[in-house]
């Protein structure tokens, strides 16, 4: 299922342009919560809870089943259903949204002995969940720093064909084609990378297609 079948991203930023809904996701992604219970933490009325998260899923971000409750009948809890990756690049000749499957990732870490104080073990477990969260931040912004170097690579690049567009005297309609398949902000991202190696070998053949056909026709007008 391409990503477009499965997200509208219109709903999606707009569901996760609200303080109040982005609030809910993090209390969310720590387990199912009920109305009630959300309310509580988010110290808000019910009903606008509610609101709010009617408006999650509607974007497809959560979804909600009942569930029994210790305390009385049972309650309808709402729970996460999606896991993924959403980078938006906004740079000159550059504006890239991507939304990208997410993927687990387990960490190691060391475990309890039972010979030591759990007060002693639980400083200890402390600092080494610090240490690697320190790991991540510094690898996270790093990661950030290269999709920014290439993400403006590329915009320049685009924007330098399109000027080689612009010079060629191609047709309208060779032109929005060419467009389209360049489009930097074309939806629907592969699944794996394997898939984006393959969807972009198939774009570069449809361009180099058409540049084929054009200048055989300029040949062809020549030789009239």
């Not at 606008?48 to 971000?61: I, M, N, P, T, W």
């Amino acid at each position: 299922m391409s990503t477009d079948e499965k997200y509208d991203l219109d709903k999606v930023f707009k569901a996760l342009g609200h303080m109040t809904r982005r609030r809910i996701l993090r209390l969310l992604a720590q387990g199912p919560r009920y109305p009630y219970e959300l309310s509580k933490l988010l110290d808000m009325n019910r009903r606008v809870v509610l609101k709010h998260l009617e408006a999650l899923e509607d974007a497809g971000l959560v979804s909600h089943e009942t569930g029994a409750s210790d305390m009385g009948p049972d309650r309808t809890y709402y729970n996460l259903t999606v896991s993924f990756g959403l980078s938006t690049t906004i740079l000159p000749n550059s504006f890239v949204i991507r939304l990208s499957p997410g993927q687990t990732a387990s960490l190691q870490l060391g475990t309890r002995s039972e010979t030591e104080p759990s007060q002693a073990v639980d400083v200890q477990e402390i600092k080494l969940l610090l240490n690697e969260l320190g790991k991540v931040n510094r690898k996270l912004s790093e990661i950030d720093e290269e999709r920014m170097k290439y993400a403006s690579k590329r915009g320049q690049i685009i924007t330098r064909i399109e000027d080689i567009l612009s010079d060629c005297s191609l047709d309208s309609g060779t032109c929005r084609e060419l467009r389209s398949i360049l489009n930097p902000v074309r939806r629907g991202v592969p699944q794996s990378a394997d898939i984006v190696v393959a969807s972009w070998s198939e774009s570069v053949r449809e361009i180099l297609q058409l540049f084929e056909r054009f200048m055989n026709q300029v040949e062809d007008r020549d030789r009239e």
